[in-house]
Each structure stands twice: as structure tokens, then as C-alpha cells.
Nanobody
Framework: QVQLVESGGGLVQPGGSLRLSCAAS????????MSWYRQAPGKERELVAA???????NYADSVKGRFTISRDNDKTTVYLQMNSLKPEDTAVYYC?????????WGQGTQVTVSS
């Protein structure tokens, strides 16, 4: 059974950092593309970062140079390191796994950037 559990969200001041974790079970994170999405109030869910099976990484323009996606195959965990956070980064962040034609989602973790 595929399961994704996010953690690491919270309240942080502008300019601060957070590291989100996505613990996966039921499949190998190295075998499928893994992504982080976010959804702010009143907005559509958007892709933040993705990592391919080959280790290639893609980022939304709004987070390039500030966020880093990584994967620990042994721990079956995907991370999102977020630096230089801005108020506009405030959103619920979701982990996504695309396995064949199906998309799996975690429950989300809230990130709030505010002074």
C-alpha cells in the first residue's frame, strides 16, 4: 500500500529555513519521479520541485536558487530544503509520487512565513 507522510512544516520568519520530509512506504522512492507541490489559500496547487529517477531536478522559477529537492533511497524519504523563505512561500506543501498512471499524495504540511 502506497503511503506518503509529510513533516517539517511550521512557522518561520522571512529569510529563515525549513526542511520538509516525505516518508514513503509501499514503494521505492528511487524507482519513480517524486515531487513537491504547494497550495496557498484561494490558489491552485502548483509544482514546486521534482526529482526524476535519474536524479535530475526541476524547480519552479519562484523557488530556484532557494529550494533544493533531494532523496534518501535507504530511508525512502524525499526532502525539500527551503532557504531564504518569503511570505509568498506560505502554503500547504504536498508530497507527490507518480507511479505509472496514478498520482499519490500525502496529507500535506503547513508552512507559514511571517514576522
Amino acid at each position: 500500500q502506497v503511503q506518503l507522510v509529510e513533516s517539517g512544516g511550521g512557522l518561520v520568519q522571512p529569510g529563515g529555513s525549513l526542511r520538509l520530509s516525505c516518508a514513503a512506504s509501499g514503494f521505492a522512492v528511487s524507482a519513480y519521479a517524486m515531487s513537491w507541490y504547494r497550495q496557498a489559500p484561494g490558489k491552485e496547487r502548483e509544482l514546486v520541485a521534482a526529482i526524476t529517477t535519474a536524479g535530475g531536478r526541476n524547480y519552479a522559477d519562484s523557488v530556484k536558487g532557494r529550494f533544493t529537492i533531494s532523496r534518501d533511497n535507504d530511508k525512502t524519504t524525499v526532502y525539500l530544503q527551503m532557504n531564504s523563505l518569503k511570505p509568498e512561500d506560505t502554503a500547504v506543501y504536498y508530497c507527490n509520487a507518480r507511479i505509472y498512471v496514478l498520482n499519490y499524495w500525502g496529507q500535506g504540511t503547513q508552512v507559514t512565513v511571517s514576522s
